[in-house]
């Protein structure tokens, strides 16, 4: 049977309750288990399904930290744009790579191949258009007089589209012999446009930021807008065969963090690059799809015919690129989720293609029969398939097992080459500290785990050939930590606790140890409700137990002076008790509270928690109330006089009453009713004839007492 603790673990893995003393059951069987572990060398498709990877090759590193920007041309020729030095690099058809031009500013921001095949640079910030010849040598094609040139497009029509920030407007620059012509193509009104495509219709796409916007640009000029983006900048726009344009938006402004820090380090100037370690969170509620509340990217496919559907959104992964397809089947999406490539296929299925050592991947293209990607962190060019790795290892997300557990059996579905090793620790992030990988084992059906005892867990498969995994489940039990009640609570006198009606289980489920929750029932503690009861002392207390036991209470009570304690109550289910105070002699007393986790635990193995209570009064002596002297009449008005004492604890309060009338509050004499012992004057108008005054006295646990007199008055 399996445990809760799973829950907390991993998002979609099927589970059910059970005594604590049975194992606990790591099952992981889903995409979103599988892709929060290191995949090297393999892909990870729509189902968690773990198979080996294109082979990633790395043709030429640039020993920068960024590459902005890449091209090819027809001969096949790759050109990086990089940052922080404002370089361009070239690496030939053979992946022979070297420094080609290097510019005045601080990135190469855009590179573009010209219809011509003229190779052209934007740099930024306070950037120029370059044009570089065959050499690299780098002559000013185009100065905009902007902060920033963001994007280049090759137009149809032989013109160099240019955009810029942080004006938001776009340029067209033909060439007219030596020297450019250019013109102002659109100012749109946004901060800066980020991105720029062209189709062989001579349209330009133009995506912006702040407002997410996509505007398509016609060879007329003019200017209609494709999509409102909830995201704001549409960092990168690619345009497939069949017309359509895929946007990718981003839900933070890349350039908003680096405008006010141009004029410092290239490094901040850059765009920057987290790499965050995986976390594993709890399941939440399942959204729409379209719910982009919480995205921090999504890529938008917008048809030729102008309307739009959302293709991928996530909620955790910042992407950086996005390439389009030449088969029309869906595009790749370049991440700074540990350097990886996804694949999105018109379907809407999502797989993990690769996943580098790179902050990120920056930009993915093609030169019609080879994929190539760029990445930040380092800068270098890699070509990606079509071969597969001839070998690759999948690292599983690390477990807590919140406790020192013993590992009992591993066990597995695969097919082909596959073997799993499993190491242990006591470390969040494994260290030099954990246990080495065991001995690998190949045999599906599983083996028993010999990693060393620990609080950690993880393990490795390693694939070879067409070998592939599908689920992995791991058995384990925490070593037992006794219970701990968190809180006392002794109520004030006379208010007793009594349960509410609980939620109705069937006793099938409750005797088969799974979890209510599996079906539909949500089986919560049902605070008490409170009623009189005259002398009650209740208590109600709180713990807690780190392994999920189900718990058991004693009560024991003592007065205070006494040395040991004496059981009340003994295997309450409840975490509230009433006890009749009636039943005690006046005095001080605590109670003690002992949890115990013997419900889910053999017969010595359970351990105990407790804690003892503030000290508490049992006062059941009623206040003794007496009147002095003879009342005394003045007029129309009779002063009387009456003292109360107690033995037990003080006065709290006074009433009188006249012939049975309402009770009226009085003072003690010396202005607050605080003591054990309190007098009580007052005088008050009388009738005609027998007269009774009562007077009513309370102690601080509620118990009252009477006096009376009796005047009366011709």
């Known amino acids: 049977m399996k445990n809760l603790l799973v829950s907390a673990l991993f998002v979609l893995v099927s589970i059910s309750i059970a005594r604590a003393a049975d194992p606990m059951i790591w099952t992981v069987n889903t995409r979103a288990d599988v892709v929060r572990g290191e995949a090297r060398g393999v892909s990870i498709d729509a189902n968690g399904t773990i198979s080996l990877a294109p082979r990633l090759t790395e043709l030429f590193k640039t020993d920068q930290p960024y590459i902005w920007s890449s091209a090819i041309d027809a001969a096949g020729n790759i050109y990086l744009g990089t940052g922080a030095d404002g370089k361009v690099f070239k690496v030939d058809a053979n992946g022979k790579g070297s420094l080609f031009a290097d510019l005045d500013e601080l990135n190469v921001s855009a590179l573009a191949i010209g219809?011509?095949?003229?190779?052209?640079?934007?740099?930024?910030?306070?950037?120029?258009?370059?044009?570089?010849?065959?050499?690299?040598?780098?002559?000013?094609?185009?100065?905009?007089?902007?902060?920033?040139?963001?994007?280049?497009?090759?137009?149809?029509?032989?013109?160099?589209?240019?955009?810029?920030?942080?004006?938001?407007?776009?340029?067209?620059?033909?060439?007219?012999?030596?020297?450019?012509?250019?013109?102002?193509?659109?100012?749109?009104?946004?901060?800066?446009?980020?991105?720029?495509?062209?189709?062989?219709?001579?349209?330009?796409?133009?995506?912006?930021?702040?407002?997410?916007?996509?505007?398509?640009?016609?060879?007329?000029?003019?200017?209609?807008?494709?999509?409102?983006?909830?995201?704001?900048?549409?960092?990168?726009?690619?345009?497939a065969p069949d017309g359509s344009v895929y946007a990718l938006a981003l839900s933070d402004s890349v350039n908003a963090k680096t405008e006010t820090t141009t004029t410092t380090t290239a490094a901040t100037e850059s765009k920057p690059v987290t790499v965050e370690r995986p976390t594993i969170a709890p399941a939440e509620t399942p959204k729409s799809r379209y719910d982009l509340s919480t995205a921090k990217s999504a890529v938008f496919r917008i048809l030729?015919?102008?309307?739009?559907?959302?293709?991928?959104?996530?909620?955790?992964?910042?992407?950086?690129?996005?390439?389009?397809?030449?088969?029309?089947?869906?595009?790749?999406?370049?991440?700074?989720?540990?350097?990886?490539?996804?694949?999105?296929?018109?379907?809407?299925?999502?797989?993990?293609?690769?996943?580098?050592?790179?902050?990120?991947?920056?930009?993915i293209l093609t030169n019609g029969k080879r994929l190539f990607a760029t990445s930040s962190n380092q800068g270098k060019l890699y070509q990606f398939g079509p071969d597969l790795n001839a070998e690759g290892a999948y690292e599983s997300a690390v477990l807590d097992a919140k406790a020192v557990s013993n590992w009992g059996r591993i066990w597995w579905r695969s097919t082909g080459g596959v073997s799993v090793q499993t190491r242990s620790g006591n470390t969040e992030k494994p260290d030099e500290t954990w246990s080495g990988w065991v001995a690998a084992a190949a045999d599906p059906k599983g083996v028993q785990i010999t990693s060393p005892k620990a609080r950690y867990f993880q393990w490795r498969a390693t694939f070879r050939g067409e070998g592939t995994l599908s689920e992995v489940n791991v058995s384990f039990l925490s070593r037992n930590i006794a219970p701990?009640?968190?809180?006392?609570?002794?109520?004030?006198?006379?208010?007793?606790?009594?349960?509410?009606?609980?939620?109705?289980?069937?006793?099938?489920?409750?005797?088969?140890?799974?979890?209510?929750?599996?079906?539909?029932?949500?089986?919560?503690?049902?605070?008490?409700?409170?009623?009189?009861?005259?002398?009650?002392?209740?208590?109600?207390?709180?713990?807690?137990?780190?392994?999920?036991?189900?718990?058991?209470?004693d009560i024991y009570y003592r007065s205070v002076g006494e040395a040991s304690f004496r059981l009340l109550k003994q295997d309450l289910s409840e975490s509230f008790f009433t006890l009749d105070g009636q039943s005690l002699a006046d005095g001080q007393y605590v109670f003690r509270v002992v949890a115990k986790d013997s419900p889910s635990n053999p017969a010595g193995q359970s351990l105990n928690g407790e804690r003892v209570s503030e000290p508490f009064e049992i006062d059941n002596t009623i206040p003794n109330v007496a009147a002095v002297g003879s009342p005394v009449t003045t007029g129309n008005r009779t002063k009387v006089v009456f003292e109360a004492s107690d033995s037990s604890g003080y006065i709290t309060r006074?009433?009188?009453?006249?012939?049975?009338?309402?009770?009226?509050?009085?003072?003690?004499?010396?202005?607050?009713?605080?003591?054990?012992?309190?007098?009580?004057?007052?005088?008050?108008?009388?009738?005609?004839?027998?007269?009774?005054?009562?007077?009513?006295?309370?102690?601080?646990?509620?118990?009252?007492?009477?006096?009376?007199v009796v005047v009366s008055k011709p």
């Open 484 to 553: 701990e009640v968190t809180s006392v609570q002794v109520l004030a006198a006379n208010i007793g606790l009594a349960p509410n009606p609980a939620v109705a289980l069937d006793p099938n489920i409750e005797s088969s140890g799974m979890d209510p929750a599996l079906f539909g029932v949500q089986v919560a503690a049902v605070a008490p409700r409170r009623l009189f009861q005259k002398g009650a002392r209740a208590i109600q207390w709180t713990a807690e137990d780190r392994n999920g036991d189900k718990l058991a209470y």
């Open 654 to 708: 006074a009433e009188y009453s006249v012939n049975g009338g309402e009770w009226q509050a009085v003072f003690a004499d010396d202005g607050i009713s605080d003591g054990p012992n309190e007098r009580f004057t007052f005088d008050v108008e009388l009738a005609s004839g027998a007269n009774t005054i009562t007077l009513r006295v309370f102690d601080a646990n509620g118990n009252s007492g009477t006096a009376r």
């Open 115 to 239: 219809k011509g095949g003229e190779i052209f640079a934007a740099t930024s910030p306070d950037g120029k258009v370059y044009r570089l010849d065959a050499s690299g040598k780098a002559t000013v094609y185009f100065d905009p007089s902007e902060k920033y040139v963001w994007a280049l497009a090759a137009a149809s029509d032989g013109s160099l589209v240019v955009a810029t920030g942080d004006k938001g407007k776009i340029f067209k620059v033909k060439t007219a012999g030596a020297t450019a012509d250019s013109s102002l193509l659109l100012d749109t009104g946004e901060t800066h446009v980020i991105s720029l495509a062209a189709d062989k219709s001579g349209n330009v796409y133009a995506g912006t930021d702040p407002n997410g916007l996509v505007l398509k640009i016609g060879a007329d000029g003019k200017a209609f807008a494709l999509l409102d983006a909830p995201l704001r900048e549409i960092h990168q726009l690619a345009v």
């Open 304 to 363: 030729p015919d102008g309307g739009s559907d959302l293709f991928w959104s996530s909620p955790s992964v910042v992407a950086f690129s996005v390439y389009a397809h030449l088969n029309n089947q869906g595009v790749l999406v370049g991440t700074a989720d540990k350097g990886r490539i996804y694949n999105v296929s018109n379907d809407l299925t999502e797989r993990l293609v690769l996943q580098s050592d790179e902050g990120q991947v920056s930009t």
